[in-house]
Structures are given as C-alpha cells and as structure tokens.
C-alpha cells in the first residue's frame, strides 16, 4: 500500500453553500481521477470515476483490497444504470421502481464501458442508485457513474461519518466530504439478477421479505463457492473491529460476568487468563448491565433501524478506547434484525 502522508481536504456541507461548493471540489478531483471519500445513505463511500480504470486501481492500493473484489457502480437515474448494464430485465426495472434511490444493489450482466477493475474482470457488475442528496447532485454534475466500496480499510469496519474516515483512510484519499451520520447505517443489500431465481448475496435493510414482494422467489445465501469468490462480502469473516467481538445473552450483570469469567479461564478471549473487566465493553437493548467494573456500556435502542444506523459507530468507539473484547447482547432472529445479526456474526467469526 503507498502512503501519501499528506492530510485530506476535509469539506463540510450543512449550508446551500458549502453543499455547493463541495459538490464543485468533489466533481473536479473526480473527473482529474483522484479518489474522494463521500456520504451515502448506507456507509461512507471511496469514490472514483466508474469509467477510468487508472482511477479504479487507486481505490484497490487506497483500501488494500483484493483484486477479485468487485466495486459497486453508484449511479443517478435509471437511465445511466441501464447504460452500466447489457442487459436490463423487466425484475430489474421493477426493483428500481420499488426500492430506488435507496439502499439496494442490483448486480446485472455488465457493459462493455464498465472497465475490468470495477467487475474484478467478472462478467457482472452490481448498480446501485443511492438516496443520499450529496452523492446524487456529485454523480450529476460529474455525468458518469462512480465506483465506491466502503470507505475502510479491506476487512474492517465500515465508516458512518467523515471522522471514521478520516481515521482510517485520511492519508489515502484527496478530499473526504462531511455529510453528517449515515441514515442507514450498514451497507446495501445486494441482490443477483443474473441467476434464476434471483439470489440475495447480501442483507441488508431492503429486507428479504420486501424484496420477495417483488420478485416473487428468492434465494439466500452464497449458493456455493463460486458466488463467494465472486461476492466476498459473504466471507465468514469480515467487516471486523481490531477488538474481539462475542455475542452472548444474559440475564443479569452477575451471569454476564460469571460467563466472562468462565471463557477468560478456557483462554478463549483474553491472550493470558488475567480477566480486566475494564477492557470488555458491551454493547446492549435489553439486559443492561448496571456494573462499573465493565468497561464502558452502551445502550441502543431496541429496534433494528435504530441498531443499524448505531452500531458502526459503536464498534469504532469500543475500538477507539482500546477495548480488548466488546460484548454485544444477542439479536432478535427475525426479519428486520437479519441483516445486522449477519454483519455481526461476521464480525464475531474467527
Ligand atoms: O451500501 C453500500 O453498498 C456501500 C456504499 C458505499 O454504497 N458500498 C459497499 O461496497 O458496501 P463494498 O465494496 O464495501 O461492498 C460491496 C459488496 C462486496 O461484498 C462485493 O463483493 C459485492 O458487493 N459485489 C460488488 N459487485 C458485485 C458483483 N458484480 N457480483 C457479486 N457481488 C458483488
Ligand atoms: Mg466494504
């Protein structure tokens, strides 16, 4: 990874004018072929144009991401998806109709404009059109599609606001556009059009129930290892904080403890057996543990649109403060807790 030490331009948009202005700035580094790190809806997005492959490369060194990584191409109207795709079918269109501007990715057979660096040299590429007022007018004023993975490095958390960015990718980007906390809070859901039924690869807030309305069937899951390769947001294990991360439940602050204490003596969390409950932070809606020999508590509302818009910034937090293992109280196993189960399960996996 190349490191450009110097600091990003940082650019604040919560009047006309400096929405404008960033707009301006993040259209000129765009189409100069640099890289600019942008609010969507979801998570922060590190974007660059969809149709200069020079510019695509730099995301891949920016993130340290593997070259069979396919990027989403972030589009605003339907009439530039359709110019991304070769073939556009009537489920796509109806999709788009239903859950578009929104936090829903289609992954369709690519065109030939798309450049090999976006696709990972696949034969699709995944569209989205995303909501966010501030990428939609930078996508328009530019006039092409931009190509945006989350803005982290490979592997670890995703960002929710410019100061997550900041963190992790300041000195590999030109400029990062402060669009306030993501709506959202967790990535797109991504849905394959290409295979019959259509498969969902990922979950996400557009929940499978809703998708199903549309389409009618629906499969989940990888569906072999092929997809995975070709879709590695479905690794077991990704969107990680440094910390380790365990999903337990419990009933009160004393069997939350006695079970920390039991994996700490099967030396299944801490390195050495010596237990410093001030280095477990947890992360809970329901059971909240009044104890002050807990690292830090945090508390998000039990609803699973509050949880997805939280809980990035929560793990970024627990990491920030130097949490050696962060707890967070089980999840609901249902619909509209699906997706989040799924990233933390992720994150949670070895
Ligand atoms: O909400 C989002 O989707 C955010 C914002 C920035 O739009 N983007 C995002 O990108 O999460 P990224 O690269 O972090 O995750 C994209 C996921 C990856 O798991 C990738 O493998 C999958 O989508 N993907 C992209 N193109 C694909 C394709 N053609 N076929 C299968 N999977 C694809
Ligand atoms: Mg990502």
Redesign the pocket.
Known sequence: MKRNLSQPEILPTHTAALFEQAVVRSAELLRAGELVALP?E?????AANAFDAAAVEKIFRAKG?PGH????V?VASLEMARRCASIWPDLAGKLARAFWPG?L?L?LP?SPQIPDAV??G?A???I?W?SHPFIQAVIRACDFPLA????NPSNEI?PTNARHVQKSLGNRVALVVDGGQSQ?GI??T?V?LTVNPPRL??P?MIHAESLLAVTGQLAQGPGGSE?VL?????LKKHYSPKAKLLILSWCDEADLEAQIAKLAAQNLIFKSQNLELSRVHVIAHTQIPLTEKLGRISVIPHDAEAFARAIYAELHQCDDAGAELIVVEELPNTGPWRAVRDRLERAAAE
Do not use: K, Q
Not at 42 to 46: D, I, K, M, Q, S
Not at 148 to 151: G, L
Not at 230 to 234: A, K, V
């Open positions: 969507t979801t998570v922060y997005g590190l991401r990584n396919p990027i989403i972030h936090p990715t992954v690519r696709t990972a696949g699709t590429v995944g989205r995303p945006a993975p989350s803005a995703s959202v990535e797109s991504v394959d690869l990922r996400g997809a070709r879709s590695p947001g479905l």
